[in-house]
């Protein structure tokens, strides 16, 4: 079991910047990639970001240029630095966890932290 918990949301100018963060804790040696999702009123989650153990990055193109992902393997914390912030931004995001201990593969979320952008 892996347990996340996310800070730094909150509401912020369009152009402004918020750095999130996510603690892991539990079973977290069994961590591969960690992530970040956000999901807007009336839309489907979506992958912002992900990163592997070994540091390799995945972003959406709305973001590139503007978010920066990575991890603290020793502190078994997440980061999401956000710059540029456009009011299209504007969700809650969720930090994820895909682990293996084999053969099981588990996806751990956490609560998620609200994220506006005011223009």
């Known amino acids: 079991q892996v347990q996340l918990v996310e800070s730094g949301g909150g509401l912020v100018q369009a152009g402004g910047s918020l750095r999130l963060s996510c603690a892991a804790s539990?079973?977290?040696?069994?961590?591969?990639?960690m992530g970040w999702y956000r999901q807007a009123p009336g839309k489907q989650r979506e992958l912002v970001a992900s990163i592997t153990r070994g540091g390799t990055t995945i972003y959406a193109d709305s973001v590139k240029g503007r978010f920066s992902i990575s991890r603290d393997n020793a502190a078994n914390t997440l980061y999401l630095q956000m710059n540029s912030l456009k009011p299209e931004d504007t969700a809650v995001y969720y930090c994820n966890a895909v682990s293996l201990i084999v053969p099981t593969v588990l996806n751990s979320w956490g609560q998620g932290t609200q994220v506006t952008v005011s223009s």
């Open positions: 539990g079973s977290v040696f069994s961590i591969n990639v």
